[in-house]
């Protein structure tokens, strides 16, 4: 695939510019779309593209014609493999072979709208970071209020505390989800993906799926740090036109800016988090939902009024409802970020590592220990556990839930085999597994519930929530 158009870029608007402003650069832009569900879409992104005040090429791989109009070059070809999702990897060999010919380059799906004050703003921002450093975006979304949500905020992703730098004036921090849909590189920017060698490759999907794969592969493959400008994070938000996920999925705007006050406030070298919930496993399967939902069997199993500690908390769906239950709820955050948060909400935060919160809580007492899908991504779950018996009152009861992994099952449903926890980054847990290890710890168990698993998608037919008291 050479560098070459049926149409040449669109002149800018050079009129309305500044003429002591540098040259205006020369963009490409490759859009993916694959059938007609987002036309609609499509042509309000092309539409902003052509009313930017700069050359712009636009080229649409599809697997169908489109008729778009004549300043935007439509290229109908089948997609690297069998599987449609690849198609987005199309667009690769034709940045590799533009490198030379065009000042930005711009990657997106169809419903994403990438803007004017985008552009400028990572032109800005870009000239003040390493050459190992580029920026990153973040989509939103709107309800039918017009009420923004982020659903990149979701799962196993998080803002790194640890990774807060300041350039300048400018704050910025690691987001752990790569994906936004979308990327923009400089020329030098591009031509180090290249060099690298994680850039111009076969359609892959280890950590990210087919289509997450090609607009993430820049920032996971090519030695990048992909970096948020939090202190000008409206620059850095791209609408996902589509909207699919707003009310379902994500962040609020509150929430998002309360995460990112902390991060302003406490994050950098010295933030760590209490331990690792992600597993190393084929596209990061089982690892912790953040953000789950609440556990109602959890909350059934807890007395009004109890005092409680989860080891581990996250978002806190579940211990809210606790404190809505009127108990009194104390937590181990498993970073600053979410500590912040569950503060906010009214839950009591124990700062620190594991044996600096465990110092801090000496002559406490906890009617209800919590580990809320925590003990598999630990080496010894038992030794966790036994770590804060002391502080369980005679008559309380350890409370924990995990899905329902099986060995056999898991490894039945999966192409790769169970090679352990070093391997792995999690154990395989089943209603045996979790007596075992509460058992070693000097606890019985008193019952096991079964509930539809929170992440369907991922093996599990079902989670555990097991109750345990002192042998």
């Known amino acids: 695939m050479n560098c070459s158009f049926e149409v040449s870029g669109r002149a800018a608007r050079t009129t309305q510019m500044d003429p002591h402003a540098p040259p205006s650069p020369r963009i490409l832009v490759a859009i993916a779309s694959h059938g007609v569900a987002n036309d609609v879409h499509l042509r309000r992104v092309i539409a902003a593209y052509r009313a930017m005040p700069f050359v712009v090429d636009i080229v649409v791989f599809s697997n169908i014609a489109k008729k778009l109009g004549d300043d935007v070059s439509v290229r109908v070809e089948p997609p690297p493999v069998k599987d449609p999702w690849s198609l987005p990897f199309l667009h690769k060999r034709l940045f590799v072979s533009c490198a030379d010919t065009h000042d930005l380059f711009i990657y997106a799906e169809d419903d994403i709208l990438i803007t004017e004050r985008n552009l400028r703003a990572f032109l800005e921002v870009s000239a003040l970071l390493r050459e190992d450093e580029i920026v990153g975006f973040v989509r939103y979304e709107e309800d039918s209020e017009r009420h923004r949500s982020y659903p990149d905020f979701h799962w196993r992703y998080r803002w790194d505390p640890a990774s807060v730098r300041t350039r300048d004036s400018l704050t910025l921090a690691h987001f752990t989800n790569a994906h936004s849909a979308c990327y923009v590189l400089t020329r030098a920017q591009l031509k180090r993906a290249i060099a690298s060698g994680g850039f111009d490759v076969t359609p892959h999907q280890e950590v990210y799926d087919l289509l997450c794969a090609a607009s993430t592969d820049p920032y996971t493959q090519c030695g990048f740090t992909k970096l948020i400008p939090i202190s000008r994070f409206n620059d850095f938000v791209v609408h996902h036109l589509s909207n699919k996920y707003a009310g379902k999925v994500g962040l609020s705007q509150a929430e998002l800016d309360r995460q990112m006050e902390t991060l302003r406030r406490i994050g950098g070298p010295k933030a760590r988090k209490l331990f690792t919930t992600d597993s190393k496993l084929w596209q990061a399967r089982h690892s912790k939902d953040l953000y789950a939902p609440t556990i109602d069997e959890v909350v059934a199993a807890v007395p009004r009024r109890a005092r409680v500690l989860s080891i581990g908390a996250a978002r806190g769906a579940t211990e809210r409802r606790l ?32 044996a600096a919160a465990k110092t801090a809580l000496e002559g406490a007492t906890f009617d209800v220990l919590l580990f809320l899908d925590v003990l598999e991504f630990v080496q010894e779950p038992a030794d966790l556990i036994r770590r804060f018996l002391s502080l369980l009152a005679p008559d309380g009861a350890v409370i924990i839930s995990a899905p329902n992994l099986p060995r056999l099952r898991y490894l039945r449903r999966t192409l790769r085999l169970w090679r352990g926890f070093d391997e792995t980054g999690v154990h395989p847990t089943s209603a045996w597994t979790l007596r075992r290890w509460c058992g070693r710890a000097g606890l019985q168990v008193t019952k096991v519930a079964r509930r539809p698993a929170s992440q369907p998608w991922f093996v599990p037919a079902q989670d555990l929530v097991v109750i345990a008291r002192k042998s």
Do not use: Y
């Not at 937590?331 to 700062?351: K, Q, R, S």
């Open 323 to 354: 404190i809505d239950r009127e108990c009194s709820v104390a937590a181990l955050p498993l970073d600053p970020v979410f500590g912040e948060a569950l503060a906010h909400n009214g839950v009591t935060i124990v700062e620190g590592d594991l």
